[in-house]
């Protein structure tokens, strides 16, 4: 019998920060609290966060995902995902007469008042993101007219609009650091007056999780990133490492490791994305100690301190006895 120990994980270094983000972390207690509140089931519009573990719990507990609202019975309480909404989606569900708790992240509720806020000061937008993606659909969707989708350099090019010279750029909260900087530069370099977000709209949980990685990825063999095909930032870290010259994968749970990974790559990085649970990263742990690992550390790094509040008639409070 082959054993395990063969295949050479020698040490495992854990990124800092990684994981749960302070949106993903509200959003699931969210519709947890809902949960408990009104009883199941509790509809819940789109993966309220891009992953599967948690999606199946949630499920588990009496959520709903639903992608159409037409697929929400009368009465129902619906959650909106952390990735946000367009208006006409809002705007159908308060038709609809649904009771609806808001997931949408704050730092995306934050674009979509910056887009609202300049489109009625007359201006348009380019929006840097990935098509497709449910928060640039979100973003995107705030406005029925004058916000066009770039997703990289050579659209940039290609880009039409009217008002170049009340332009503004928005980008998707989860994107790659260094390419949103370069798709930006090209935007500035095509249309000089374009207006930036004051801070950028990157969110410190996808910047975190990047500085993390370029730290780490250099001195390990071979990096493991713990996340969903579907999530955006999780792709981000692996892509990351791959660009360092480090090789990478991304795992939905333990059961997706290979050992073959790691013939002759001992020294493994193992990070998580923002919609991952710590749960998966201990169990990735728990493998590659399997494999051999014989040490586990947690590399220095930014303590993060974020929080955001619950919607109101989700508090706390509901809690007590
Ligand atoms: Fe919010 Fe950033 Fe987390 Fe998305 S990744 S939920 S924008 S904190």
Known sequence: MQNDHDHGVTDVLLAEPRGFCAGVDRAIEIVERALKKFGAPIYVRHEIVHNTYVVNDLKAKGAIFIEELADVPPGATLVFSAHGVSRAVRDEAAARGFSVFDATCPLVTKVHVEVAKLAREGFE?????????????GTMGQLSEGIYLVEDVADVARVQVTRPERLAVVTQTTLSVDDAAEILAAVKRRFPLVREPKQQDICYATQNRQDAVKLMAPGVDV????GSPTSSNSNRLRELAERLGTPAYMVDSADDLQPAWFDGHGRVGLTAGASAPELLVQQVIERLRALGAVSVRTMAGVQETVHFPLPKGLKPVLDAP
């Open 223 to 226: 990096m493991v990133v713990v």
């Open 125 to 137: 937008f380019v929006m840097i993101g990935h098509k497709g993606h449910p928060e640039v659909e």
